[in-house]
């Protein structure tokens, strides 16, 4: 159920979302889960304008819309969220994950410019909140890559990925797997379909490379062309001639 009246917090907000999540596990239809959420939003618009709190609630539903596939639905949200200015470091730094997300899902949608532009505002705003080498710029860096991927920029998207995957390995972030697996796509294609992916994977242990292999497979969910599904064919083909060779 909603909540009743007083002040809201993040918490409160939070444990609505994890409520509208398991209404959804449970079989609730879509509608049913995510208006608590929205009602919600109702209230604050009115009693909260302008706050970080507002953001926090248009990313929460957000979230749901992402959740049940209403992405039209998550980018109004998002873009929602992202329009509040962050008020201190917290609602600074949450401004960052809301941008990154909307680029996400509009790349997602095939809007692919209007993503470019968001993940490029993102990534400028992360290089000036985090420093040049923080993880947080890396958080940047792969969606970015990803969309010119997307869009058959791999030269372009070459740079971004190799200095994700640089970040990312220095400071031990298990999300270096999944840029290693993107990696492999941008080469193929910014290389032609030979250019070895993984130049390292014989020498990675089974645990990292079942990492990496879960990061193509979000990759192939991805897939949303044939362009995209003959790059997927190549890089299952070159890691099928690595075991072969071991």
């Known amino acids: 159920a909603a909540l009743g009246g007083g002040e809201l917090d993040k918490p409160q907000l939070d444990a609505l ?20 959420l929205e009602q919600t939003l109702t209230r604050l618009r009115d009693d ?18 992402i959740a049940v596939g209403d992405h039209p639905r998550a980018v109004q949200h998002l873009r929602a969220a992202a329009g509040i200015p962050g008020s201190d470091p917290t609602s600074s730094k949450d401004q960052l994950t809301y941008l990154m997300n909307l680029g996400d899902v509009l790349t997602r949608m095939g809007e692919d410019q209007e993503a470019e532009a968001v993940l490029r505002d993102g990534l400028a705003k992360r290089e000036a909140f985090y420093g040049a080498d923080h993880a947080g710029v890396a958080f940047g860096l792969t969606p970015l890559a990803a969309n010119l991927l997307q869009q058959g920029r791999g ?14 390995g220095a400071a031990g972030q298990p999300e270096v797997a999944a840029d290693l697996a993107l990696r492999a796509f941008v080469i193929k294609q910014a290389q032609g379909p030979q250019a070895v992916g993984f130049e390292s994977w014989s020498e990675w242990d089974a645990d990292f490379q079942a990492a990496v292999l879960e990061g193509i497979r979000f990759r192939a969910d991805a897939v949303g062309s044939e362009a995209e599904a003959k790059l997927l064919v190549e890089v299952l083909r070159e890691i099928s001639d690595d075991q072969a060779r071991i």
Do not use: F, K, W
């Open 17 to 36: 979302l994890e409520q509208a999540v398991q209404a959804l596990r449970e079989g609730a239809p879509p509608e049913h889960a995510v208006a608590p």
């Open 155 to 168: 030269a372009e998207a070459l740079p971004l990925i190799d200095r994700a995957v640089a970040i990312n």
């Open 48 to 65: 909260a304008p302008g706050t970080s709190l507002l953001a926090h609630a248009y990313y929460n539903t957000a979230c749901v819309s």
